[in-house]
């Protein structure tokens, strides 16, 4: 771990954690050999496999950036922090509650098992694709352009500008995910579905294919990490309730199968898309010695290559080298 620094936030210690992150980021490439690309999703294939990349926001706006950092991607299940966010505003987080649950699954974030052996009266969180569904269901809207709207209104009050759908990856999707399909079905059976089946899969499959680079991500971080506030301009994007609920529900079951390693081996929440993209909001820590982003950030990561849970092989590995070495735990 680092130590000793009076102070990470001059121009020197940022030259100096940028050159320690190129080089892990150089190390962790190697790693993307050990994973493959999702295929399951047949447009994912044109990924570079041996892409891998990292943003860091702090909330004072120190900014590191590694590795291929222009590449751009689609949310894939990170969509759903945004659905989940946009519902609750949109609906209330009692409704929201009242109609998925928060529990880890601890199984395959496109688990339909669970869903009859259980016999749930709610589908167990947001972030696996049962949850998810039900989520898009409950959002406003009779259409998925009008679902989606206050999708991309948040986002383009978080970053800036307004993200772009990836056309290809969305009708790769929605011409091949059965298992989508059968979970809807079941869905609509159980009464779970608010919407229209149809739309409802139509607006999920979209909100899956929206682009971002890693910027965006560690962006969105920081402003999760920040309690929903954006820094820069104290103003309030995501409700204080809602961000943090949402950050619990990332620590939890935002890495499916593998979110009680990631929390503690790693110790942020974050949650991961089968493109290969990680978003991990490091909230503020108290710390007897000065450390590096003691005041929160916001981490961006993208390496297409996955493990057999679905999350980014090199990624993991290279945000958990660093939670070690900055101390970002938040235990
Ligand atoms: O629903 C699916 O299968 C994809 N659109 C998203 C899954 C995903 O990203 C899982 N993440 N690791």
Same mark, same amino acid.
């Given at each position: 771990?680092?130590q000793? &620094?009076?102070?990470?936030?001059t121009e020197?210690?940022?030259?100096?954690?940028?050159?320690?992150?190129?080089?892990?980021?150089?190390?962790y490439?190697?790693?993307?050999? %050990?994973?493959e690309v999702a295929s399951y999703i047949?447009?994912?294939?044109? @990924?570079?496999? %041996?892409?891998?990349g990292?943003?860091?926001?702090g909330k004072?706006?120190?900014?590191?950036?590694?590795?291929?950092?222009?590449?751009?991607?689609?949310?894939?299940?990170?969509?759903?922090?945004?659905? +989940?966010?946009? @519902? =609750?505003?949109?609906?209330?987080?009692?409704?929201?509650?009242?109609?998925?649950?928060v529990?880890? @699954?601890?199984?395959a +974030?496109?688990?339909?098992?669970?869903l009859e052996?259980?016999?749930?009266?709610?589908?167990?969180?947001?972030?696996?694709?049962?949850?998810?569904?039900?989520?898009?269901? *409950?959002?406003e809207?009779?259409?998925?352009?009008?679902? /989606?709207?206050?999708? +991309?209104?948040? /986002?383009?009050?978080? /970053?800036?500008?307004?993200?772009?759908?990836? #056309?290809? &990856?969305?009708?790769?999707?929605?011409?091949?995910?059965?298992?989508?399909?059968?979970?809807?079905?079941?869905?609509?059976?159980?009464?779970?579905?608010?919407?229209?089946?149809s #739309?409802?899969l139509?607006?999920? +499959?979209?909100?899956?294919?929206?682009? &971002?680079?890693?910027?965006?991500? $560690?962006?969105?971080?920081?402003?999760? @990490?920040?309690?929903?506030?954006?820094?820069?301009?104290g103003?309030?994007? *995501?409700?204080?309730?809602?961000?943090? *609920?949402?950050?619990?529900?990332?620590?939890?079951?935002?890495?499916?199968? $593998?979110?009680?390693?990631?929390?503690?081996? &790693?110790?942020?929440?974050?949650k991961?898309?089968?493109?290969?993209?990680? *978003?991990? $909001?490091?909230?503020?820590?108290?710390?007897?010695?000065?450390?590096?982003?003691?005041?929160? =950030?916001?981490?961006?990561?993208?390496?297409?290559?996955?493990?057999?849970k679905?999350?980014s092989?090199?990624?993991?590995?290279?945000?958990?080298h660093?939670?070690?070495?900055?101390?970002?735990?938040?235990f």
């Amino acid at each position: 771990m680092v130590q000793g &620094v009076a102070n990470w936030n001059t121009e020197q210690t940022r030259d100096w954690l940028q050159s320690y992150t190129d080089d892990w980021v150089s190390f962790y490439r190697k790693h993307t050999s %050990d994973g493959e690309v999702a295929s399951y999703i047949p447009e994912l294939l044109k @990924a570079d496999p %041996d892409a891998l990349g990292i943003t860091v926001i702090g909330k004072n706006g120190m900014t590191l950036r590694s590795g291929d950092v222009n590449t751009t991607f689609t949310l894939q299940s990170i969509s759903k922090v945004i659905s +989940f966010v946009v @519902a =609750c505003m949109e609906r209330g987080v009692a409704y929201m509650l009242d109609r998925v649950d928060v529990e880890p @699954a601890g199984e395959a +974030f496109n688990s339909i098992m669970h869903l009859e052996m259980k016999q749930l009266k709610k589908p167990f969180n947001p972030l696996i694709n049962a949850g998810a569904i039900t989520v898009t269901s *409950i959002l406003e809207g009779r259409t998925s352009d009008e679902k /989606l709207e206050p999708m +991309f209104e948040l /986002l383009e009050d978080m /970053l800036g500008h307004r993200p772009e759908l990836d #056309v290809d &990856v969305y009708e790769s999707e929605r011409d091949s995910s059965m298992r989508n399909r059968a979970i809807g079905y079941y869905l609509l059976e159980t009464g779970f579905l608010e919407s229209d089946m149809s #739309v409802t899969l139509e607006t999920y +499959f979209k909100q899956c294919s929206i682009d &971002v680079s890693i910027d965006d991500l $560690a962006r969105i971080g920081m402003i999760l @990490a920040n309690d929903g506030r954006d820094p820069e301009t104290g103003e309030e994007i *995501i409700p204080r309730q809602i961000a943090r *609920i949402t950050k619990a529900l990332m620590l939890t079951c935002g890495m499916y199968d $593998a979110s009680g390693k990631f929390a503690t081996y &790693v110790g942020i929440p974050a949650k991961s898309g089968v493109s290969g993209g990680i *978003i991990a $909001a490091v909230p503020p820590r108290v710390r007897d010695e000065e450390l590096p982003f003691l005041s929160g =950030c916001g981490i961006g990561v993208y390496g297409p290559s996955l493990d057999d849970k679905g999350n980014s092989i090199a990624g993991i590995r290279l945000l958990r080298h660093i939670a070690n070495q900055w101390d970002l735990s938040i235990f």
